[in-house]
Nanobody, 123 residues
Framework: QVQLVESGGGLVQAGGSLRLSCAAS????????MAWFRQAPGKEREFVAA????????TYADSVKGRFTISKDNTKNTVYLQMNSLKPEDTSDYYC????????????????WGQGTQVTVSS
């Protein structure tokens, strides 16, 4: 069982930046991909970005393209989400997850989740 621990959330003004981190603890860790999702109160969990673990291929939601960058450090079993030009509508709880199978942007296809980290963007 993989344990995921997110960090890096906080309060930032619109236009600012934050970097989220997600560290995975497992003896052997070689998923197909890892991803970030977010969920605002009263809304469904939505895909933000994903990265394949071996090839580093990235996929982004249209709403964050050009502003967010997902990256990874295989030596540390850690995935990052650099968020620039933040907008109030980016306010949400952000979760990292380990891909299980199927579509990479579908939350039900992820097998392990972190506890979430809150991001609040003020206008």
């Amino acid at each position: 069982q993989v344990q995921l621990v997110e960090s890096g959330g906080g309060l930032v003004q619109a236009g600012g930046s934050l970097r989220l981190s997600c560290a995975a603890s497992a003896r052997t860790f070689m998923p197909y991909a890892m991803a970030w999702f977010r969920q605002a109160p009263g809304k469904e969990r939505e895909f933000v970005a994903a990265i394949t673990w071996s090839g580093g291929r990235t996929t982004y939601a249209d709403s964050v393209k050009g502003r967010f960058t997902i990256s990874k450090d295989n030596t540390k079993n850690t995935v990052y989400l650099q968020m620039n030009s933040l907008k109030p509508e980016d306010t949400s709880d952000y979760y990292c997850a380990v891909h299980g199978s199927g579509r990479i942007d579908y939350p039900l296809n992820y097998s392990s989740w972190g506890q979430g980290t809150q991001v609040t963007v003020s206008s």
